[in-house]
Each structure stands twice: as structure tokens, then as C-alpha cells.
């Protein structure tokens, strides 16, 4: 979005301040209140050593982490942009770089979720040295560097292609400013194509894999197969809601182009369903769903020190 669009999106904005302040309202409330339950549920994660030293909870609070940090830093930004607070393109970059950063974290680190309990139900008696949490942290950091590939990628991009004195430029924060040309945007969009078919065909391997282990497993491994295979299923309803976020630019990108009100409200339904509703309600769901987390939230919510619900 060009600085005229910016400026058309301002005069749209102001000629039904009454509607904006709504939506505003709205999000800071959904925001603040995800925010709320991610710190709850770490606290809940780092307040119990059984927690700490299972890899799967530890890549769940890696999760609530980073998903904490995105509502944050997007919040700042439409609050930036809401107050139509011009910044330096130099001093944008930083947070965009941060922001993209924690955004490609979440659907990477669910698709390790998804290999864990692939490990934990098909490959059982090697689980206990596979999921170890000196290599959980490990694949955390291959997590954390993989996703960081492409922001660096595209401003190192950005620094050999910008105009001179591009980076002093006033503009809002929003990632485009680091897109320049029409062969970076086509760049990352093979990227993230080449993504979606990685994380799919892992998602798919693993669900094929636990399904064939709970049509032989038989008793309490049959159980545990089942559970495994639902816990899969929400692994993948958690993934197609993070990869259609982060195709949402692409949509928003044509709306624009047909109209500038439409792709406003695009945006608007985009940011509130996509990036903020359907990324914390997925990591509440999960965290509720999983009996010994949900009777440890319930111990720390009630405040009632039994010790049969702490144990």
C-alpha cells in the first residue's frame, strides 16, 4: 500500500469515525483478553516441572509465546496506524522483521507438535529419548532460525534495492514497505507455497501413520492412538487457520486493486478472525483440552491448594 492509498484510507476512516472507534474497541478487548490467558497458561506451563520437562508442553508454551508477542506487536502497529502515526521506513522494519518472525514461528512449531505425537504413539519405546528436552529446545531454535530465514531474506532485499534515502521515508508500519518490486513479492510467494506443501505432507504423514496405529493397537494403546489421531485433527484445523492468515495479504492485495472500502473491511475481518480469534481460541482449545493442563489451570484459578489436583 502506497502512501496515496494511505492517505485514501485516512479520508475513509475519518468520514465515519464512529464505526472505526467500534472496531478499535473491539480488538483491544479481544486482544488484551487472548493476552490474559496466554500469560495465564505460561505461568500455568513454568509454575509445574512436569510441564517443563514434557516436549510437548514445551512446544505448546512456545506457541502461547510467540502467538503473545504477534497479538502485541500487531496491536501496537493498528494502533500506530489507527492514530495515523507516520514513522521513518527504517525504524518500521525492525517491528515488521520481529512481527513476521513470530508469525512463521506458530504454524512451524504445531507441525513439530504434530511430529511429537507421531514419535509419542507410533515409535513409543523410543519417545523417551527422541523427545528429550535438551532437543526439544534444539528443534526450537531450528524453529526459531528457519522462520527468521525469509524476513532477513527480504530486508536484505530491501537494503540492495531501496532507493537512496527510502529508509527515512515517513510512512505507516505494514510489511509491504519491505516489498518493492513485483519479482520479491513472486519470491515469497513460492516460499510460502514450498512451505504449505512441506508442513501439509507432514501433517498428512503423520495423521496416516497414527490412524494405522489405532486400527491395530489394541486396549489402552488403542486409546491412546485415538487421541493421538484427534489431537492431529486439531493440530490441522490449527494449521489452515495459521496458512490462510498468512495468505490473507494476497487477498487483500486484490481487493485493493477492485476497491479501496472492500479491502478495508477485508483487512479488518482478516486481522480479527484470522489473526488474532482463530490463533489464540486454537492454542485455548488445546490447552483446555488436555486433562492434566486443564485440572492445573483449574488448581490456579481457584487458588484452592489441593494437592490430589496439583499431583
Given at each position: 500500500m502506497d502512501q496515496n492509498s494511505s492517505s485514501e484510507e485516512l479520508q475513509l476512516?475519518?468520514?465515519?469515525?464512529?464505526?472505526?472507534r467500534t472496531r478499535m474497541a473491539i480488538v483491544q478487548v479481544l486482544v488484551w483478553f487472548f493476552i490474559y490467558i496466554d500469560i495465564f497458561m505460561l505461568f500455568t506451563f513454568f509454575s509445574k516441572q512436569a510441564f517443563r520437562g514434557n516436549a510437548r508442553y514445551i512446544l505448546f508454551a512456545h506457541t502461547l509465546l510467540v502467538d503473545s508477542v504477534y497479538l502485541l506487536l500487531s496491536v501496537l502497529i493498528v494502533l500506530l496506524n489507527y492514530n495515523y502515526l507516520l514513522f521513518p521506513v527504517g525504524s518500521c522494519v525492525l517491528l515488521c522483521v520481529i512481527l513476521?518472525?513470530?508469525s512463521s514461528c506458530t504454524p512451524v512449531t504445531i507441525t513439530a507438535m504434530c511430529l511429537e505425537r507421531y514419535v509419542a504413539i507410533c515409535m513409543p519405546l523410543r519417545h523417551a529419548d527422541i523427545a528429550t528436552t535438551g532437543r526439544t529446545l534444539a528443534a526450537i531454535t531450528i524453529i526459531s532460525a528457519y522462520s527468521s530465514l525469509t524476513p532477513f531474506l527480504d530486508l536484505f532485499i530491501l537494503i540492495v534495492i531501496?532507493?537512496?534515502g527510502y529508509f527515512a521515508t515517513p510512512t505507516l508500519c505494514h510489511y509491504e514497505i519491505m516489498i518493492l518490486?513485483?519479482?520479491h513479492r513472486f519470491m515469497r510467494t513460492?516460499?510460502?507455497q514450498v512451505d504449505l506443501v512441506l508442513i501439509v505432507i507432514i501433517v498428512?504423514?503423520?495423521?496416516?501413520?497414527i490412524t494405522l496405529a489405532a486400527r491395530t493397537a489394541s486396549g489402552e494403546n488403542k486409546q491412546s492412538a485415538s487421541k493421538g489421531r484427534r489431537t492431529l485433527l486439531l493440530h490441522g484445523l490449527q494449521l489452515f487457520l495459521c496458512l490462510i492468515d498468512r495468505l490473507s495479504p494476497y487477498t487483500e492485495s486484490v481487493a485493493l486493486e477492485c476497491n479501496l472500502e472492500l479491502y478495508l473491511i477485508i483487512r479488518y475481518f482478516n486481522y480479527v478472525a484470522l489473526g488474532i480469534t482463530s490463533k489464540a481460541l486454537s492454542s485455548i482449545i488445546y490447552g483446555l483440552r488436555d486433562k492434566?493442563?486443564?485440572?492445573?489451570?483449574?488448581y490456579y484459578t481457584t487458588c484452592r491448594f489441593n494437592h490430589n489436583i496439583a499431583t
Open positions: 476512516i475519518t468520514n465515519d469515525p464512529v464505526l472505526v513476521e518472525i513470530v531501496s532507493p537512496p518490486t513485483e519479482w513460492v516460499r510460502y498428512l504423514f503423520c495423521f496416516v501413520k492434566k493442563f486443564f485440572l492445573a489451570l483449574m
